[in-house]
C-alpha cells in the first residue's frame, strides 16, 4: 500500500477519468452508426449556437468558413473528454476517504445523470432523451458502465497493486485502449473534416466558372454536424395555421401539382469577398404562391413560417410570397431530386435572397400573423438576407504568374433579382477601369459570367480589381465589410505577376 497526497490523487484520477471519457466518445461514435444514437457533440451544437453572439460566429465563419465547423466538433469532443477526466479527478478524491470497492460506478452515474437530465433535454430530446427514442438513456448508459469500468480499472488513487501481472497491465492498458479510442475517432471523423477542410464540393471547380455548376460542385453549407437523413415514402410537406385547407402533402402529391422549372444562383451569407459559395443550377418544383393559395389563407394570416427537419426555421411575409411566383418549393436540382445535402426531399428557394432564408429537409409551412422569426436572424444576421452587389476574379488566380503576351481574365458577378448592367477590371489598383464582355445569364435571377482579354504593359507585379454594376445602375459597394450580418462587401483585388 503506497500512500498518495492529494494533488497526486487527482492527477492520477485525471488521467484515468480523461482516458475512460476517450473511450466513452468513442463509442458514442461507433453507438451513432450502429444503434442511431446522436452523439453529444451533435445535441449540444444547437445550444451552442443559439448562445454564441452572431458577430462572434461571423467572425468564426468568415476566418474559417467550412473549417469552423470542424473546430466546433473537435473543440467539444476536447471539452467532452475534459469534463469526464474532470469527473475521475472527483472520485480519486472522494476514494481518498471514501472506501467503497465500486466507487468509479457511482461517479459513472452521475455523469449519466447529467447527461439525461440536463444535457438531452437542453438539446431539445426531452428528459432522458426519450424524444429521441425510448433506448436513448438505456444506450448512454452502457457508454457511462463502460466509463465507469475504465476508471475503476485504474484503480483506488492511494493503493497501487500488488499483483506483478496486474502492474504490468495497467502499464500498457492506458496506451492501448488510448490508441484503439483515437483510431475509431479517426476512422469516424477523418474522412467528413478533410472533405469539409480541403476538399468541399464547390472546390472541385478550377479554371472559368460554367454558366451551369454541376451539382456535385455545388456548394453546400449546413449549421448541422450530421444533416438529417429522411424518409421520401414517408415525408409529408403539412401546410396550415391559419388557413382555411389546410393540407399534407406527400412528396408524390408535390410532384404532382402544376411545375415550375428556373435557373437560379444561390449564394451563402458567409460567402466572402470573391469566395466560392455561390453556384448556379436549374431547380424545379411548385411555385410557394400557388401552394399558399390552394390552403385558402385566413384574412388574419400575414406571414409564412418554414419548419426543417433538422430544427430549422423562417419566415417571410405573405405580401413577398404573393408578388413573386419564383419562389419554389424545389425537388429537383439540375433534373434529378435534391440530394440529401441539398434538401431532399424538398427545400424552399428564393431567388435574390441568400440562402439562409431557404430552408433545406421542409417540413411544414405554417400561416401565422406574425413574423416568427429565422434562425440564425434570433442571432443578429439579416431578416430580409438580400443579396449585394458582388464579382470576383476565377482566372487568374491571385498570387498567379503569367504571361506578358497576354492574358485571359474572367469571372462571374451577380446581384440578384437586380441583374449585372456592367462589369469594369483595373489593372493598376483602381486607378482606370476598362468594362468587360458579359455572357448572357441564363435567365434574370442568374449570375453572369464576364471576360476580358488584357495585354500587359509590361513585366512586373500588377494589382487586379474587379466591380460591378447592377441592372438599376448602382455600382457595387467598394468599403470592405464582413459577413455579418447582412454579406460581405468588398472589392475583389488579386495581385499576379507578369513574365516573358
Known amino acids: 500500500m503506497v500512500a498518495m497526497n492529494r494533488r497526486a490523487a487527482l492527477i492520477h484520477g485525471f488521467g484515468w ?8 466518445v468513442a463509442l458514442m461514435y461507433l453507438a451513432s452508426l450502429l444503434l442511431d444514437l446522436n452523439p453529444l457533440t451533435q445535441e449540444l451544437n444547437e445550444p451552442l449556437l443559439s448562445i454564441m453572439p452572431g458577430f462572434v460566429f461571423g467572425f468564426l465563419i468568415d476566418t474559417l468558413q467550412h473549417a469552423g465547423k470542424v473546430v466546433e466538433e473537435f473543440g467539444l469532443i476536447v471539452a467532452m473528454i475534459v469534463a469526464l477526466g474532470v469527473l475521475g479527478a472527483a472520485w480519486a478524491w472522494t476514494a481518498l476517504r471514501w472506501h467503497f470497492q465500486y466507487s468509479a460506478l457511482v461517479f459513472a452515474a452521475a455523469g449519466w445523470l447529467v447527461v439525461v437530465v ?29 466509463y465507469g469500468v475504465v476508471l475503476q480499472l485504474g484503480g483506488r488513487p492511494d493503493t497501487e497493486p500488488a499483483d506483478p501481472d496486474r502492474r ?20 469516424k471523423l477523418a474522412p467528413n473534416w478533410y472533405q469539409a477542410i480541403f476538399s468541399p464540393p464547390e472546390a472541385g471547380l478550377n479554371g472559368p466558372s460554367p454558366q451551369l455548376t454541376p451539382v456535385e460542385n455545388f456548394y453546400v453549407v449546413s449549421k448541422n454536424f450530421g ?95 404573393n ?57 443578429g444576421w439579416d431578416h430580409d438576407a438580400v443579396v449585394k452587389t458582388t464579382s470576383r476574379f476565377d482566372v487568374p488566380r491571385d498570387g498567379d504568374i503569367v504571361k506578358v503576351k497576354g492574358v485571359a481574365i474572367s469571372g462571374v458577378a451577380y446581384a440578384g433579382k437586380r441583374g449585372i ?18 455572357t448572357a445569364p441564363l435567365s434574370q435571377l442568374t449570375w453572369v459570367l464576364w471576360n476580358l482579354d488584357w ?3 509590361k513585366e512586373g507585379s500588377y494589382h ?29 483585388e488579386i495581385r499576379v505577376d507578369v513574365s516573358k
Open 455 to 457: 495585354t500587359p504593359p
Open 323 to 379: 408578388s413573386d411566383p419564383t419562389i419554389l418549393v424545389a425537388y429537383e436540382l439540375d433534373g434529378e431530386q435534391l440530394a440529401g445535402a441539398h434538401g431532399y426531399p424538398a427545400r424552399i428557394l428564393i431567388p435574390g435572397r441568400y440562402g439562409m432564408k431557404g430552408p433545406k429537409w421542409l417540413t411544414e409551412i405554417d400561416l401565422v400573423d406574425h413574423e416568427s422569426g429565422g434562425y440564425w436572424e434570433q442571432q
Open 118 to 146: 440536463l444535457l438531452l433535454p437542453v438539446a431539445g430530446d426531452g428528459l432522458f432523451g426519450l424524444d429521441s427514442g425510448p433506448t436513448t438513456p438505456l444506450v448512454w448508459a452502457a457508454l457511462f458502465a463502460v
Open 227 to 321: 444533416d438529417p437523413i429522411v424518409d421520401g415514402g414517408s415525408w409529408r410537406l403539412k401546410i396550415g395555421g391559419l388557413a382555411g385547407n389546410p393540407v399534407s402533402l406527400t412528396l408524390q402529391d408535390l410532384r404532382a401539382l402544376p411545375v415550375t422549372t428556373e435557373y437560379v444562383t444561390l449564394e451563402c451569407i458567409s460567402n466572402n469577398v470573391g469566395g466560392p459559395l455561390m453556384s448556379t443550377g436549374v431547380f424545379t418544383g411548385v411555385s410557394l404562391k400557388y401552394l399558399i393559395a390552394q390552403v385558402n389563407p385566413k384574412s388574419s394570416a400575414t406571414w409564412a413560417a418554414f419548419k426543417s427537419a433538422d430544427g430549422y426555421s423562417e419566415s417571410l411575409p405573405l405580401s413577398a410570397i
Open 17 to 24: 477519468g480523461a482516458l475512460a471519457g476517450l473511450v466513452l
Open 464 to 492: 487586379l480589381v474587379v466591380r460591378a454594376t447592377d441592372g438599376t445602375g448602382a455600382v457595387q459597394e467598394s468599403n470592405n465589410a464582413a459577413s455579418y450580418p447582412g454579406g460581405a462587401m468588398g472589392y475583389h
Open 168 to 187: 504490468r497491465l495497467l502499464s500498457v492498458l492506458p496506451l492501448s485502449l488510448g490508441a484503439l479510442s483515437l483510431g475509431v475517432l479517426a476512422l
Open 421 to 438: 448592367g456592367r462589369v469594369e477590371i483595373s489593372t493598376d489598383g483602381g486607378a482606370s477601369w476598362t468594362e468587360a464582355q458579359l
